[in-house]
């Protein structure tokens, strides 16, 4: 952990842990590049704040460093002294941290995004009292995707403030200048948690992903100040250093994808970090013993899930699709499925939007799907996520919900109702065959803004396995997407039954399908699909 340095009367903190084996299967990357064409960053343009190496002044990249290996004509560097566009230079020296974060966000050949446009490097002191905390605002960042794996430390409601922490009041003070900034400019920060301890601005701001690493040390939401759901998101990493740069990797790569037209001709929307905010939380996969309630729509170690850009990118693919039918209803009142005939064509999409209430109504947005396939009676799993921005200057949000109804009995199925996060999310793993009504509410009553605009990404998935003949051998296929599962043999279906990945080969990928040929035997071989697999 680095000594803090002061910014506008805050410490910065930065945790500099060896970066641990997060791969590109791991997260989606491999797949995805198997399954569709030159998805890596390009024309992105990023930016990455640093603080100092422990002891040293030190924050920059070495383009030239073995994790990176990249050109550095990418490279801009600016601190308090200027910008220069070369490396070495008088700025500052080279920093193992911004290194290795580097590595993971664009780095070859492990980066997920390798083929970004520039790379902003910042002094990260420089980048928030210049920038974010900046009085009156600066002009707009041209980097787009803000990957931040430095937190400002520890936050405690005890008072007065122990030594070296926070306050509430600062870190409010530090999240209201972030969501500030990116609401004005529409720009997406990417920030660690923290390492234990509370999980820490700016990773804690609303308009912005917290990230967490998964496997590695990582600190439990909620947050201190009114118990929202934070982190956002994990990734596979020893410390949230190393996977904060992952998210900012696929951030950077939906953008790319969006912008190029891969999830429709509204780019502007695709591009929208609202939207890409949604994509990437509802494209994760879930571990085990992920749990949420309505009124905490994550899980405060996990948040949504382990990141998958795979499953996030397919969702983009799916196309912007609009609301089936607007509704109003007294406020507090029930707000039923309306017996519209319309259909979302498709189970996996997203939408950007607009819902309106008054002081007197709420507003409900209906999507309407027939959540159905060939196989009879199939057990679907569905995952909706619902987000929307903290507006400029606001300490509050507007209050959204999200409800699945049962649309033929008018039967709620699942909600997310929290009173303080600007997500909410769904997750059903067992949901039979139906028509449903996804409805996204705004409540009346007092609120920050008679209308607010929201992205949803949503997916119903039934997934299934073929087991067919192939000459002398047998062939096991099953989708690419969704993503997050592996094929299971086991010999006796006979309690308690042995489930195991042993001797079965790596799949092949093959027209969007896993591919597995194997050698008939003359013993009992019984196959499953298993996720969650983490």
């Not at 060896?18 to 992105?44: E, F, K, M």
């Not at 290996?69 to 020296?93: C, E, I, M, R």
């Not at 720009?187 to 390492?195: C, I, K």
């Not at 498709?346 to 507003?363: C, I, K, M, Q």
Request: with cysteine; aromatic share 10%.
């Amino acid at each position: 952990m680095k000594t803090p340095l002061r910014c506008a009367a805050v410490a910065v903190l930065i945790f500099c842990f060896v970066a641990q084996g997060a791969t590109l299967d791991d997260i989606g990357v491999t797949l995805l590049r198997a399954v569709t064409t030159n998805v890596d960053g390009s024309g992105i343009r990023v930016a990455q704040p640093e603080a100092f190496d422990y002891g040293t002044t030190n924050w920059e990249v070495n383009p030239a460093s073995s994790p990176v290996l990249q050109s550095a004509s990418l490279f801009f560097y600016t601190a308090d002294a200027g910008s220069v566009s070369f490396f070495p230079n008088t700025l500052s020296g080279e920093s193992g941290h911004a290194d290795s974060v580097a590595g993971n966000f664009y780095g070859i050949p492990a980066g997920v995004a390798t083929n970004v446009a520039q790379v902003d490097n910042y002094d990260a002191d420089f980048f928030y009292t210049n920038f974010i905390a900046a009085s009156p605002f600066q002009p707009g960042l041209n980097s787009l995707v803000v990957n931040q794996s430095f937190t400002f430390g520890n936050v405690s409601s005890i008072l007065p403030t122990p030594t070296n922490y926070l306050s509430v009041s600062d870190q409010q003070q530090v999240d209201s200048q972030y969501d500030n900034y990116a609401a004005r400019y529409n720009t997406l920060f990417v920030s660690a948690v923290n390492n234990g301890g509370s999980v820490s601005p700016p990773g804690t701001g609303y308009n912005g992903i917290g990230v967490g690493a998964y496997g590695g040390s990582s600190s439990v939401g909620p947050t201190v100040d009114n118990g929202r759901a934070k982190p956002d998101i994990t990734a596979p990493a020893g410390a949230t250093s190393f996977s904060t740069p992952l998210v900012a990797g696929a951030a950077a790569v939906l953008l790319q994808a969006g912008l190029r037209g891969d999830g429709g001709s509204d780019t502007n929307s695709a591009a929208d970090i609202r939207t890409l905010k949604a994509l990437l939380l509802n494209g994760a996969v879930k571990p085990a013993d992920w749990t949420n309630s309505s009124p905490s729509p994550l899980d405060a170690r996990y948040g949504v899930g382990v990141l998958n850009i795979l499953n996030s990118y397919e969702q983009l693919a799916g196309g912007k699709r609009g609301y089936i039918v607007s509704t109003s209803t007294t406020t507090n009142s029930p707000h039923l499925p309306t017996g519209a005939v319309g259909t979302i064509s498709v189970l996996s999409g997203w939408d950007f939007n607009t819902n309106s209430s008054s002081a007197t109504t709420d507003g409900v947005n209906h999507y309407y799907y027939n959540v159905t396939n060939d196989l009879n009676s199939a057990w679907f799993t569905a995952s909706a996520t619902l987000v929307w921005n903290r507006h400029r200057n606001k300490t509050n949000i507007n209050n959204l919900d999200l409800f699945l109804y049962d649309a033929l009995s008018s039967n709620l199925v699942a909600c997310s109702t929290s009173l303080v996060d600007n997500v909410e999310h769904l997750w059903l793993p067992q949901l039979p065959s139906g028509r449903y009504d996804l409805q996204v509410l705004k409540h009346g009553g007092s609120t920050v803004t008679p209308s607010e605009p929201y992205a949803l990404a949503f997916e119903f998935f039934s997934q299934s396995m073929q087991i067919t003949q192939s000459g002398t051998n047998v062939a096991l296929v099953w989708p690419v997407y969704p993503a997050g599962f592996l094929i299971e043999s086991a010999t006796s279906l006979i309690s308690p039954v042995v489930w195991t990945t042993n001797d079965l080969p790596v799949p092949v990928i093959t027209n969007g399908s896993n591919y597995i040929l194997l050698n008939p035997t003359n013993v009992n071989q019984f196959f499953r699909l298993s996720r969650p697999n983490l």
